[in-house]
């Protein structure tokens, strides 16, 4: 095989490979970072629970295109949990149960981990005694930082979200999660503080198939190259 017949051929994998491992990311231009048994932990404190307590974040994949999502709680005198699913390419909320986010809003466990700095998000940001309408919230991105936080010091690069209202959250860039912050409604508000997560010890999230499909182009363009070769030997 003489140079130029090398340089076509490795031009066909190229273009044939990315083609094939990517023509999955259709509708999922919206790259979600959390992770099949992530979960996250906060203490949480809100205008009317200034003792605050403990909360849980734990999501669940039920298919390419689902999460659901479990919120648990513990206070000295209350424990309980809420229940949710997000449609992972519209970020929208369905089937809440007990407490959490409305259905039909926009989820804000997490942010899309392709986002920029100046983007603008649309996330649930009602404290649940202000239920008005879906309760959602035009973000902006207006910062990102580097932290050090939780109980053993992970570090972190985060972007800083703000509203009209004055919130204030943090989320961690590589994986989307809510790390810090504080959401704010007129005289309602939530203060989450990070503890911990399993976030960086979980297999790493992205396109769904994106290896079997690249290793289909891989097959694909070899059966071409052969056949090619075989015709022009004939």
């Known amino acids: 095989m003489n140079k130029s017949k090398l340089t076509n051929n490795i031009f066909l994998f190229i273009i044939f490979s990315l083609f094939f491992s990517n023509i999955v990311a259709i509708g999922y231009s919206n790259e979600v970072g959390i992770t099949d048994g ?117 570090s972190m690069e985060v972007w800083e979200l703000e509203d009209a209202f004055g919130s204030v959250l943090w989320y961690e860039k590589s994986k989307g999660f809510l790390v810090n912050g504080t959401n704010r409604y007129n005289a309602y508000w939530e203060k989450y503080e990070f503890i911990e997560t399993n976030a960086f010890s979980s297999p790493e999230g992205g396109i769904p198939g994106y290896n079997y499909f690249f290793l289909f182009g891989l097959l694909l363009v070899s059966a071409i190259v052969i056949l090619k070769n075989k015709s022009i030997r004939e």
């Open 38 to 154: 992530m979960y996250i932990k906060h203490f949480l404190t809100q205008h009317s629970h200034l003792d605050g307590w403990p909360t849980t974040l734990t999501f669940s994949k039920t298919s390419d295109d689902l999460f659901h999502v479990t919120w648990r709680w513990e206070s000295p005198s209350d424990m309980g949990s809420g229940h949710w699913d997000v449609t992972i390419s519209t970020n929208i909320v369905s089937n809440m149960d007990n407490f959490g986010p409305p259905d039909d809003s926009h989820n804000g466990c997490w942010i899309y981990i392709n986002a920029s700095l100046n983007d603008q998000i649309i996330m649930y940001n009602h404290p649940k005694e202000s239920y008005t309408g879906d309760g959602d919230t035009v973000y902006n991105i207006t910062g990102e930082y580097s932290i050090t936080g939780g109980t053993m010091d992970v």
